[in-house]
């Protein structure tokens, strides 16, 4: 499925997006230039900018606020980019090498705090509190939800009730704050308003269950990460919970071993593994079902381009092998 097709109902402010990301990303200070260009060049598909922008033009708004507000909700995603790297000591992302890799920790995380400091300055600029509120409430939420999946790194017991809170909080909840975005500025009702901050919550909880479905995928070309990546760092992702629910007291010990010790070199066995399970469908039929609630969440809205690209995209989260 061809990403362009979804964009084309707003090609022409994703470019005023990317022109002014470029715009406000510059200071007077060289390295922050160099590791925000870097990072924000590095290829991503720009899908949280991109729900902004058509939820906005779905809801029938026909101003130039969504520019702004898609370029905030991309530098707090890059933003936490840069944090989540440092903290899971990542070498590679999108098959380069990570900004901490190249200038080390520190400059990363304070970039990454500039950049979020720097989307709290646009937010003032566009001059509404309802805006504020949504995007400061949901920083906070991603922030907690970082603090959830630190504690359950290493921790084999976590199961898919405490799996499933870290990805609404940590992906979700930016793509939801987005989607809700058009809607408030478009002064949709409050029911079109929750409607849309469904949609982008469901298509946010099904990107992410692709998305870790694929770090156990051998055909990892085209992957933002490291094949067995979540696995090195401990963290027990609905692959690997749902394996070790299903599979043999073999299986069960030897990914218990892995989640609290490490397990990169005995990646193909856990492969191996999940692949004698159901885990992977059990994963992507989840993920399925979430793509399906966020198209339901559209059908208050009337027809549009920007309506159906907005159904093709949750139907992009999870037919996608990258």
């Known amino acids: 499925m061809d990403l362009s097709t ?6 022409d402010d994703s470019k005023a997006v990317d022109a002014l990301i470029l715009r406000r990303l510059e200071s007077d200070v060289v390295l922050i230039n160099q590791i925000g260009h870097y990072i924000v ?3 991503g598909k720009r899908l949280r900018p991109l729900s902004v922008l058509l939820a906005a033009r779905a809801c029938g708004y026909s101003g130039e606020r969504h520019i702004d507000l898609a370029a905030i909700v991309e530098f707090i995603h890059t933003s936490t980019l840069l944090h989540d790297d440092v903290i899971d000591n990542s070498e590679m992302r999108r098959n380069r090498e990570t900004a901490n890799a190249v200038w080390g920790n520190e400059a990363s995380v304070l970039v990454g705090d500039f950049l979020y400091s720097r989307a709290f300055e646009m937010m003032v600029d566009v001059g509404s509190m309802r ?22 790194a290493r921790d084999a017991d976590t199961d898919e009730a405490r799996y499933m809170e870290v990805i609404e909080r940590k992906t979700a909840t930016l793509f939801a704050a987005g989607t809700r975005l058009g809607a408030i500025l478009a002064e949709t009702t409050p ?30 070309e085209s992957l933002d990460k490291n094949v067995g990546d979540d696995l090195d760092e401990g963290k027990p992702t609905l692959p ?22 490490g397990g990169r070199e005995r990646i193909d066995a856990v492969i191996e593994a999940i692949a004698s399970t159901d885990a992977i469908a059990y994963t992507g039929d989840l993920a399925k079902r979430h793509a399906q609630k966020a198209r339901e969440a559209l059908e208050i809205l009337d027809p549009s381009p920007a309506r159906d690209a907005m159904a093709t995209l949750a139907d992009f989260a999870v037919s996608r092998s990258y």
């Open 6 to 11: 979804i964009r084309h109902p707003v090609a």
């Open 41 to 43: 060049n590095s290829g």
């Open 131 to 152: 805006v504020m509120e949504v995007l400061a409430h949901a920083t906070n939420r991603i922030a907690a939800g970082e603090v959830l999946q630190l504690l359950n």
């Open 191 to 220: 029911e079109v308003e929750e409607a849309l901050a469904s949609y982008g919550l469901n298509l946010g909880i099904a990107f992410q269950l692709i998305d870790d479905a694929l770090d156990y995928s051998t055909n990892n």
């Open 240 to 261: 690997l919970i749902r394996a070790m629910a299903v599979g043999t007291a073999e299986q069960r010990a030897m990914l218990r071993d892995c989640i609290e010790h």
